[in-house]
T-cell receptor
Framework: EAGVAQSPRYKIIEKRQSVAFWCNPI?????LYWYQQILGQGPKLLIQ????????DSQLPKDRFSAERLKGVDSTLKIQPAKLEDSAVYLC????????????FGEGSWLTVV | GENVEQHPSTLSVQEGDSAVIKCTYS??????FPWYKQELGKGPQLIID?????GEKKDQRIAVTLNKTAKHFSLHITETQPEDSAVYFC???????????FGTGTRLTIIP
């Protein structure tokens, strides 16, 4: 079974530029999450989708971050304009449903803002 | 909101010895406590979890204990092996996999 796919794996951009990350969850998984993991810290939830609807985006900096999940499958996370403090690994994860099933994480997209 | 503290931040043990990582949480309503292992360059992988109606759970060399009164839970790895070297994260939630709050991680190194 294919895992959670993310791209690009690595990205270096200058501050104030924009960047987009793509995620393809495990087939059949209705719940999709985007986490931000700053070096030396645990992952922090940015946004959670159930199918193509947003369940929780309370920790998403909406002035610069946006995310969508068209057709309830793939998802895109965008940052515009980027700040130095956005340097982190952006992890996409999926689960069959949010209540009792295992979350499967992708390998992450590493962002460096210079 | 929930706050999860994790200790120690680094841990080195001899191969074959046991390793223990401890976490405390602040929200008494939390009822789901997973542990994740993260290897370099990879995403976290669930290794074991426990719910608040259970005090202990074991899976081969890995066990987790939960003390709801003290609001802390621990990961125990016995007979450690080199492949156990990784960063381990605890997490807590009041709603299953929703709104997971992660600890800051423990870098475990197994010395051959």
């Amino acid at each position: 079974e294919a895992g959670v796919a993310q791209s690009p794996r690595y990205k270096i951009i200058e501050k104030r530029q924009s960047v987009a990350f793509w995620c393809n969850p495990i087939s059949g998984h209705a719940t999709l999450y985007w986490y931000q993991q700053i070096l030396g810290q645990g992952p922090k939830l940015l946004i959670q989708f159930q199918n193509n609807g947003v369940v929780d985006d309370s920790q998403l900096p909406k002035d610069r971050f946006s995310a969508e999940r068209l057709k309830g499958v793939d998802s895109t996370l965008k940052i515009q304009p980027a700040k130095l403090e956005d340097s982190a690994v952006y992890l996409c994860a999926s689960s069959f449903n949010p209540k009792g099933n295992t979350i499967y994480f992708g390998e992450g997209s590493w962002l460096t803002v210079v | 909101g929930e706050n999860v503290e994790q200790h120690p931040s680094t841990l080195s043990v001899q191969e074959g010895d046991s390793a223990v990582i401890k976490c405390t949480y602040s929200d008494s309503a939390s009822n789901y406590f997973p542990w994740y292992k993260q290897e370099l360059g990879k995403g976290p992988q669930l290794i074991i979890d426990i719910r608040s109606n259970v005090g202990e759970k074991k899976d081969q060399r890995i066990a987790v204990t939960l003390n709801k009164t003290a609001k802390h839970f621990s990961l125990h790895i016995t007979e450690t092996q080199p492949e156990d070297s990784a960063v381990y994260f605890c997490a807590a939630s009041t709603q299953g996999n929703e709104k997971l709050t992660f600890g800051t991680g423990t870098r475990l190194t197994i010395i051959p």
